[in-house]
């Protein structure tokens, strides 16, 4: 492409949203087999809500949601954010917890009221020793319904399966089908529960899906999709994306994300609306046709 032509390209980008770093990152895009996305705060608001909670025989539900809610209140993970709320909008008193940990892409504990609490994914709960099989029919039944379970262990006995449902971006579908429409692959990567991830993918209608991928995953996850299909466009928003931006053919990302996210990215979405995804790609493909 000729420098005139990307001028051009960027500037009409430019009008939709989206913002080239790079002139560079418009031929990129057009070589573009797939296009990965994360799935929390990109295909999703990122605004999860607590939408079950169901407690094992021995505990009650407004007191393990408080414990529960105790040690998210130190989390900066939006699920935390989602229990914490829900915990609040039932009036419950949160205690101040202790030795609170952090377990990135895992889950969290800490002592609270004298009591070790842990909560997180399966495989979190799972390491630390606990079996899940009591909970099984409902996780499988939650994840069905594209909600993800999480488990939450009280003093070295399973207490509760809880859910939390992260809404889909308005833009979202329209999205997906217009990058079918050029002729690409859209895939999911996400840290989230497997059958959780299959039923949203089946709702978008996404080809691929990288569930339970670990943090430092993302980057690995994409170079797989990369070998199987070619150049990979990557959209994300968390500081944990910033690996895969800077991995990927060209990163795009969020411009209501992180600012880390943001400075990897070779593009900006100065929205929140994926439907800037496929203008870019659109973009990118008119621009070199018209300077053969
Ligand atoms: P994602 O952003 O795709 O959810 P993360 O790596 O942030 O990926 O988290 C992966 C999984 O780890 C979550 O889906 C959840 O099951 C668990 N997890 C992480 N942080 C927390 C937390 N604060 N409370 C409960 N579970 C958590
Ligand atoms: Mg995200």
Redesign the pocket.
């Known amino acids: 492409a000729t420098p005139t032509s990307i001028m051009v390209g960027t500037g009409r980008a430019a009008e939709l949203g989206v913002l080239f770093r790079k002139g560079q990152a418009l031929q990129t895009l057009r070589n573009t087999k797939v296009v990965a996305l ?4 990109t295909l999703t608001k990122g605004k999860p809500e607590l939408t079950d909670l169901q407690v094992m025989p021995d505990f009650d539900e407004d007191e393990t949601l408080a414990l529960i809610a105790a040690v ?1 209140q130190h ?1 900066e ?4 954010e989602a ?1 914490v709320a829900a915990a609040k909008a039932r009036e419950l008193t949160l205690a101040t917890p202790e030795d609170f940990q ?1 377990l ?5 504990s800490a002592q609270v009221s004298g009591k070790k609490v842990a ?3 399966d495989r ?1 709960l799972t390491q630390l020793g606990y079996d899940l099989a009591a909970f099984s029919n409902t996780a499988q039944q939650l994840g069905t319904e594209g909600k ?1 379970p ?1 488990y939450a262990a009280i003093d070295g006995k399973l207490a509760a399966i809880i859910a939390v449902a992260d809404p889909i971006k308005e833009g979202t579908p329209e999205a997906i089908n217009a990058l079918h429409a050029l002729g690409l692959k859209v895939a999911m990567i ?4 497997r059958h959780t991830a299959q039923a949203i993918a089946r709702q978008l209608g996404i080809d691929e899906v990288e569930a339970e991928v ?2 430092d995953g993302k980057v690995a996850a994409l170079q797989r999709l990369r070998k199987q299909h070619g150049p990979v466009a990557f959209v994300g928003d ?1 500081i ?1 994306d910033a690996p895969a931006l800077a991995e990927a053919d060209v990163g795009l990302a969020i411009g209501t994300g992180t600012d880390i996210a943001i400075e990897a990215a070779e593009v900006v979405l100065m929205g929140g609306d994926l439907r800037a995804v496929p203008n870019a790609l659109a973009i990118s493909q008119a621009t070199l046709t018209n300077i053969r």
């Open positions: 994360d799935k929390t705060g998210e989390s993970h939006p699920i935390a229990i952090a990135s892409g895992l889950g969290v909560v997180g994914a979190y993800s999480l996400t840290g989230d529960n670990m943090p968390g944990n």
